[in-house]
């Protein structure tokens, strides 16, 4: 099972780009940046625009904690860059706004849940693949 989830821009619901539909990297270097310390997923190595955008970005605040950096967006004090699954009650409260990027192959990025077709799995794991995978689907429901 596999749902799309693309890294684009979260910011509050009142930023002058939450009116826009897609952004450009060049719109977003106009604005503070507000940064997850550590890397990146692997797969967002597939976009080298993205890549190179996140490089010449000086980030008013790093942090390794979620809470914080939410905080920090709900008060405005820049936009970060995630996918939009780690902000859903929010966005859906309208405290926030997710918006992707006007790049095409990080559009692309999906998040899965993948076996071994060779592996035999117990009838415990099957049943934990059968609700992480309705899970997956109730996200993406969400999103």
Known sequence: ASI???I???MSAGHPLARKRRLEFDECRRFPA???EGPLPRAADIDADFNAFR???SPKL???SISLLKHAIHHNMGLSYFTKLGFLREIADGELVW???A???INTLRLGLMIP???HLSIVATHLVDLLTRRLRDVERAA
């Open 4 to 6: 799309s989830a693309p």
């Open 8 to 10: 684009g821009v979260i």
């Open 34 to 36: 507000l940064v997850q």
């Open 55 to 57: 490089e010449t970005l």
């Open 62 to 64: 790093v942090s390794n």
């Open 99 to 101: 918006r992707p990027l």
């Open 103 to 105: 790049s095409r192959a």
């Open 117 to 119: 077709t060779e592996r």
